[in-house]
Every structure is written in structure tokens, then in C-alpha cells.
């Protein structure tokens, strides 16, 4: 940035100097006054600042390899842009002259520790832009002093370790991302007392279990990004006590199941994505307490027995339902049990749509609603499949009342 601006200040002066020059001089004494010139810039840009672009209020130093932050700006900046430097640690003293600052960034740097309170001069702090860099842990005291702060990006780093404590020290935070670190997991009350929080970002770390109470007291969250972890299992009151809750992104996960319980209390609950997950099993009622639902995501999961009943009850309702990409297994228990059950036939077709069975191999890639009941030799093997229907049947009371109601009139029919 700054050697553009050099060239161009030497231009100028090199202009100014062939038209002060009269006949009389010589070719050498130009040449001496033009140099004469440049070494006089050169010493007068060198003693303002490492070339920062600075006005009154706001100072880019960026892409300048800058190893420490230069402390010959302007005390009055309110904002100081960074990036692409080579600032490996930031310590207290590096910012007690600029006090005024309300924006700090410094993304793309090899920032790797942040001492002891390092921002406790910079009690004007609303935004800091970390990410890019190579932390790997926040300890209790990095954040003191921030009691303003709103904006703390920290995507990108290598953090696998955070202090509880860490975040009561920024209590006025409204977004905070923490996305693509190393985080595996997250002690419960890590984000206790952040009650201005609107956004929270964990997406890419390595994150296998959310444990109950981890989102508790966040009365403000909006959206809770946790895509691309490793969440096996969530607890039934993992996400409980959220009433703001607009978006739960929880795709690329490997959750097995949906358990009852799991997402009530959500009651502004809009877009559920749960694509890319293992998902084999959808307890009955798991998603009926979410009256505002637009768009609730279960592709490219692992349904196979016949959820349609659920689906069809529970969800035909939700505006974007998106099924595609699950095994479907289109036998006689699917058949049998979703296209004769009343629900079903009157399912939306956007729904029954989707659903396209992989077996057996004679049906791969045809609708459900295609297959002609015919077609399958459900006779032969019904006894099977009505024990494994059976145990489904655990989780929903309107099909178990269903099948005991069968059995007694079979019984009846048999005396
Ligand atoms: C910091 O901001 C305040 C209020 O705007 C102002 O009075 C003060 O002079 C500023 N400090 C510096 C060093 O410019
Ligand atoms: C800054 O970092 C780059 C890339 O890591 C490196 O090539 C360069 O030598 C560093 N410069 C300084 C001044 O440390
Ligand atoms: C912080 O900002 C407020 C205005 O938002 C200003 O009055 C105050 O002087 C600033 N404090 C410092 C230390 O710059
Ligand atoms: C991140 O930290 C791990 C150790 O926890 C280390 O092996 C790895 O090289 C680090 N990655 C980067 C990009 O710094
Ligand atoms: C639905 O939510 C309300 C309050 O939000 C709660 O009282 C009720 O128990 C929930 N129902 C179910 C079935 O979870
Ligand atoms: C039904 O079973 C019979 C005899 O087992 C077989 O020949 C026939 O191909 C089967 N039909 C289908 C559609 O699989």
C-alpha cells in the first residue's frame, strides 16, 4: 500500500523539479536536487507510521507483514483494520494508546496466544474480527475489559479448549462465531449470562454430544449454527429454554435418532435442517410442538421402515419437507402399513413425491405411490414382517391401538 503511494509522491516531485529548472543548470545538479528529494520523502513517510493508511478515526494497515501493531498511529482511531499481517501474539500493551478504538481486525494473521488481558484498555470495543488464525485456546481472562463488546469472530482457528468464565466477561454479545476450530465439546453453562446473544456459530468442529443445559439462558438466540460436527446423540432437553430460536442448523451430523421431546419449547422455531445424518428413527410427536415450522430438512438420511405414518400425521403441515435421499424400502410393511392407512392416501403429494424406494431392486427408483400393491408377494412373508412392524410400534399409540385392535378381531374371527 504504501510503495503506490511513494512512487507517485515522487512523480509529482520530480515534475515539480524539471520545471523550476532553467537552462542554466546542469544535467548532474538535476539529478543531485531529484535525489536530494526522494531521500527527504523516503525519511518523511518512514517517520509516519509503517505505512498505514491512516485518517483521524480510522487506520488499514493491512497485507503490510506488520509483526507487532505499529504504535505511531493516530491515538484518536476508533477503527484499525490488519489482515494479512504476520502478528503472532497481541498483548495489553499493544493497545493502550488507542482507546477510542470501537473495531479491531485482524483476520488472516498467525496470531497464535493473546495474553492476559490483552484488550483491557479497549473498554470501547463493540467488534473483533479474530478469524484466520491460529488459536487454540480462550482462557477466562482473555476477553476482561470487554464489556461493550457485541461482534467476536473467531471462525477459522484451531481452538480446542475454552475456559469457563470466558464469555461472562462480554456480556452485551450479540454474535459470536466460533466456527471451524477443533472444539469436541462444550461444558454446559459456557454461554450462561450472554442474554443480548442473537447468533451462536459452532459449524465444523468436532463436537459428538450436546449435553442438557449447554443452551440454557440464552433468552435472545435467533440462530444456533452446528452443522458439520460429529453429534451422535442429542439429549432430550439440549436445546430446551429457547424461545427465540428461529433456525437450528444441524446438518452433516451423525445423529442416529429423534427422540420425543427434543425440540419442544421452540416455539419460534422456523427452519429445522437435519439433511446428512443417520437418522433412522423419528419418535412419534418429536416434531408436533413446532407451530411455526417452514422448513424442516431430513434428506439424505437413513429412514427406512415405514416413518411415513409419522410423517404423514405430523408433518404434512410444514410448507418445505424435504425426504429425497433416504433408503426407502417400498415392501409389504410400507406398503400395508402407510398406503391403506387413511393419513397417507390423503398425505400432500410434495411429500409422497419424495419418497422413492431403493428396495427391493425391482422397485429402485420408483415412487411409493406408484407401486401397484399387487406387485408385491406380501402374502409369503407377512408374518415376518408383521414381528418387525410390531416392535416399530413401541413409539406410536395410534398404530399400536391399530394392531391390537387386528389381533382381537382375528382373534374373534378364529373363534
Ligand atoms: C476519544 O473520544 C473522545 C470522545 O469522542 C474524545 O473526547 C477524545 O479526545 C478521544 N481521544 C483521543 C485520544 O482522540
Ligand atoms: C510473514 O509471513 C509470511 C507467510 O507465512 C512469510 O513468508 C514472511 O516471511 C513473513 N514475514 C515476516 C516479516 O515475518
Ligand atoms: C466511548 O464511547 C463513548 C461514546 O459512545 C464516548 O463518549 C467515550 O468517550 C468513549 N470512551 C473512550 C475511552 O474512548
Ligand atoms: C492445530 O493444533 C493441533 C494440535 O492441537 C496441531 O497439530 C495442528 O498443526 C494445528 N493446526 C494449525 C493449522 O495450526
Ligand atoms: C409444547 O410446548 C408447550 C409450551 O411451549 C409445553 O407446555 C408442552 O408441554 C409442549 N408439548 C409437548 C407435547 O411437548
Ligand atoms: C411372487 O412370487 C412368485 C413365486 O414365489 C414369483 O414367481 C413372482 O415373480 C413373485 N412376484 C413378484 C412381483 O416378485
Redesign the pocket.
Known amino acids: 500500500m504504501g510503495v503506490p503511494r511513494l512512487s507517485w509522491v515522487c512523480l509529482l516531485c520530480f515534475q515539480a523539479t524539471v520545471s523550476t529548472v532553467t537552462g542554466s543548470d546542469t544535467m548532474s545538479s538535476l539529478l543531485t536536487r531529484v535525489l536530494l528529494l526522494l531521500l527527504f520523502i523516503l525519511e518523511d513517510l518512514q517517520t509516519t507510521g509503517a505505512s498505514c493508511d491512516c485518517s483521524a478515526s480510522t487506520c488499514r494497515c493491512g497485507g503490510l507483514s506488520l509483526t507487532t501493531i505499529p504504535q505511531d498511529l493516530p491515538t484518536s482511531i476508533t477503527s484499525l483494520y490488519m489482515e494479512y499481517n504476520n502478528i503472532t501474539e497481541l498483548r495489553m500493551p499493544d493497545f493502550s494508546r488507542y482507546r477510542n478504538l470501537s473495531s479491531l481486525s485482524l483476520p488472516d494473521n498467525h496470531l497464535f496466544v493473546i495474553r492476559s488481558r490483552a484488550f483491557y484498555h479497549l473498554t470501547n470495543l463493540t467488534s473483533i474480527d479474530l478469524r484466520w488464525n ?1 488459536l ?1 485456546s480462550l482462557k477466562a481472562d482473555t476477553f476482561v475489559g470487554l464489556g461493550g463488546l457485541q461482534a467476536l469472530n473467531l471462525d477459522y482457528n ?1 481452538i ?1 479448549s475454552i475456559d469457563e468464565g470466558t464469555f461472562s466477561e462480554t456480556p452485551k454479545l450479540v454474535h459470536l462465531l466460533l466456527g471451524s476450530n ?1 472444539l469436541t465439546s462444550i461444558s454446559p453453562g459456557s454461554f450462561t449470562g450472554l442474554n443480548q446473544l442473537q447468533l451462536l456459530d459452532l459449524f465444523s468442529n468436532q463436537i459428538t454430544y450436546i449435553q442438557p443445559g449447554t443452551f440454557s439462558n440464552l433468552p435472545q438466540l435467533k440462530h444456533l449454527y452446528l452443522y458439520q460436527n460429529r453429534i451422535t446423540n442429542i439429549h432430550q432437553h439440549s436445546f430446551s429454554n429457547l424461545p427465540q430460536l428461529q433456525l437450528l442448523s444441524l446438518f452433516s451430523n451423525k445423529i442416529t435418532e429423534i427422540r420425543l421431546g427434543t425440540f419442544t419449547d421452540l416455539p419460534r422455531l422456523q427452519e429445522l435442517d437435519l439433511d446428512f445424518n443417520h437418522i433412522t428413527n423419528i419418535q412419534s410427536g418429536a416434531f408436533s410442538n413446532l407451530s411455526q415450522l417452514e422448513y424442516l430438512g431430513l434428506g439424505h438420511n437413513q429412514m427406512k421402515v415405514p416413518l411415513l405414518t409419522t410423517i404423514c400425521h405430523e408433518l404434512s403441515s410444514v410448507p418445505t419437507l424435504i425426504l429425497t435421499n433416504n433408503p426407502w424400502q417400498c415392501d409389504c410393511r410400507i406398503v400395508s402399513l402407510n398406503l391403506q392407512d387413511q393419513t397417507c392416501q390423503s398425505c400432500p403429494r410434495e411429500i409422497m413425491d419424495q419418497i422413492i424406494c431403493t428396495e427391493p431392486a425391482k422397485f429402485r427408483t420408483q415412487k411409493l405411490k406408484d407401486i401397484n400393491v399387487a406387485d408385491l408377494n406380501c402374502t409369503e412373508t407377512s408374518k415376518a414382517n408383521s414381528a418387525t412392524s410390531a416392535s416399530h410400534l413401541q413409539h406410536s399409540p395410534n398404530m399400536l391401538t391399530l394392531y391390537l385392535l387386528l389381533s382381537v378381531l382375528a382373534l374373534l374371527l378364529e373363534t
Open positions: 491460529k487454540t484451531n480446542s477443533r
